[in-house]
């Protein structure tokens, strides 16, 4: 059934595939895309992936991306760099040492995956937050 639109709304859009999608994370890009992170059930080769989405200002699905392995892959929380890029940081129980390793990646304005690393100890390792910092070199 169509839903019934609330004042003031734009477009509503629904996305995700057959099975469990779950929002964790939507930012606001530059040029006014809402990039979506989340875990999917639906999408990837593992038990859950981390799925990002970029929708246009339109409402319109730009480009999605799933990233993971054969495991859980959770908790994703993005940011957009200077350049454009994607930064994100998650959970992993698919690659690195430990039980819960951190998974880092960047994701390009067009959600090709740049690269993603795992890292941690032997135990439980977590991040919440990701920032963008500035190095310089004397």
Same mark, same amino acid.
């Given at each position: 059934?169509?839903?019934?639109?609330?004042?003031?709304?734009? +477009?509503?859009?629904?996305? =995700?595939?057959?099975? %469990? $999608?779950?929002?964790?994370? @939507? &930012? #606001?890009? *530059?040029d /006014?895309? !809402?990039v979506?992170?989340?875990?999917?059930?639906?999408?990837?080769?593992g038990?859950?992936?981390?799925?990002?989405?970029?929708?246009?200002?339109?409402?319109?699905?730009? +480009?999605?991306?799933?990233? =993971?392995g054969?495991? %859980? $892959?959770?908790d994703?929380? @993005? &940011? #957009?760099? *200077?350049n /454009?890029? !994607?930064?994100?940081v998650?959970?992993?129980?698919s690659?690195?040492?430990?039980?819960?390793?951190?998974?880092?990646?960047?994701?390009?304005?067009?959600?090709?995956?740049? +690269?993603?690393?795992?890292? =941690?100890?032997?135990?439980?390792d977590?991040?919440?937050? @990701? &920032? #963008?910092?500035?190095?310089?070199?004397?």
């Amino acid at each position: 059934p169509e839903r019934e639109v609330p004042p003031g709304t734009k +477009w509503l859009l629904r996305i =995700g595939g057959g099975r %469990y $999608e779950d929002t964790f994370t @939507i &930012v #606001e890009t *530059r040029d /006014g895309a !809402l990039v979506v992170a989340g875990k999917t059930t639906s999408y990837g080769p593992g038990e859950s992936a981390i799925w990002i989405v970029k929708i246009s200002a339109a409402g319109q699905v730009l +480009w999605q991306e799933s990233l =993971g392995g054969s495991a %859980y $892959e959770l908790d994703p929380v @993005i &940011v #957009e760099s *200077r350049n /454009g890029d !994607l930064l994100l940081v998650g959970q992993t129980l698919s690659f690195g040492a430990g039980e819960n390793d951190i998974l880092l990646a960047r994701l390009g304005e067009d959600g090709r995956i740049l +690269w993603q690393k795992a890292i =941690g100890g032997p135990l439980h390792d977590y991040a919440r937050s @990701i &920032v #963008e910092g500035s190095v310089t070199h004397p």
